[in-house]
């Protein structure tokens, strides 16, 4: 039924402005707005992500969405100096800045401004 059918994800956020900030200004991702959603157009032929308001919206406990770097020590560096947080979480071996380089590619996670879970890893 859905075989050819072209798809994409969406999540939700409290507040759209807030979000295109984030993910524009400091993810540096393509955005248009429209409807009072949010589109974030990513690279690498995969379709847009949807970013819909949610007023009674809670964080997603899980990652919504991964962005594969060449370079994950300097690809957190500058999140970090752009004032991006990473998660430290219990269970995984992580370096000061968040990175985990022992259960698979190196991958560090951290949130955006409405406390869903984004995730950079070395591809």
Not at 13 to 33: C, H, K, M, N, W
Not at 54 to 70: C, G, M, Q, R, S
Request: without cysteine; charged residues 25%; glycine residues 8%.
């Amino acid at each position: 039924m859905f075989k050819d059918t072209k798809a994409f994800s969406g999540f939700a956020v409290p507040d759209v402005a807030q979000a295109r900030a984030f993910y524009a200004d400091t993810l540096g991702i393509d955005v248009s707005e429209e409807h009072g959603m949010l589109t974030l157009h990513l690279a690498g032929g995969t379709r847009d992500t949807l970013v819909y308001p949610k007023p009674d919206h809670e964080p997603a406990t899980f990652t919504i969405l991964n962005f594969e770097v060449d370079d994950i020590d300097a690809t957190v560096d500058e999140l970090l100096e752009r004032g991006v947080d990473f998660e430290i979480y219990e269970g995984f071996e992580q370096d000061e800045r968040g990175i985990v380089r022992d259960q698979g590619p190196p991958i560090a996670w951290f949130r955006d401004p409405a406390g869903n879970i984004l995730s950079v890893l070395q591809g």
